[in-house]
């Protein structure tokens, strides 16, 4: 057969098959989910873990993130990713920057790194939930005074601080 031939037919599926009843197995929705950002700058004292407040929000699918307390919690069981972005607002370098998420009020990890002229990172993980866990960001440095969690622009500007998470399909 010619390809222009081939190219020229055209195939209605719908004609080719007939479903009836439910279809199981298929496609599946990456919820609930969440993207918080900070709404100001927040003042991280010296070598102190400190939570880190988002109290804005752009996504909450099913309110599972509290505006109020700065928590996610999921309300359904299953894996999910979480992760945060954010800067320190300061040109010093120093060694020991850290992100920190907290799962039911303890370190579930964390990522450490150099500050260099404030260029900020990045930590994401994937963590098993179940429906009542929560979860925070804290922040943590070693700058030797305090420094300052970038969150002062209006979201989508890219130097506001950012805490966010949605179920992983299974």
């Given at each position: ?21 439910t279809v199981t197995g298929a496609g ?9 950002y900070a709404t100001s700058n927040q ?80 930590l994401n993980t994937l963590v098993y ?42």
């Amino acid at each position: 057969m010619a390809i222009d031939k081939i190219q020229s037919e055209s195939i209605n599926l719908a004609d080719n098959f007939a479903f009836t009843g439910t279809v199981t197995g298929a496609g599946g929705a990456n919820t609930p989910a969440f993207l918080a950002y900070a709404t100001s700058n927040q003042t991280i004292n010296n070598t102190t873990s400190t939570k880190v407040n988002f109290a804005g929000e752009q996504l909450d699918s099913g309110s599972v993130y509290d505006t109020s307390n700065s928590r996610f919690t999921p309300g359904v069981s299953g894996y999910y990713w979480i992760g945060a972005r954010w800067r320190y607002d300061t040109g010093d370098d120093f060694d020991t920057a850290q992100y920190r998420i907290y799962k039911n009020g303890s370190i579930y990890t964390k990522s450490t790194f150099v500050n260099q002229n404030a260029n900020g990172a990045f930590l994401n993980t994937l963590v098993y939930s179940d429906d009542n866990d929560y979860f925070e960001m804290y922040a943590y440095h070693n700058k030797g005074s305090s420094a300052v969690v970038n969150g002062d622009s209006t979201f989508p500007e890219q130097d506001s601080a950012q805490f966010y998470g949605f179920k992983i399909i299974t």
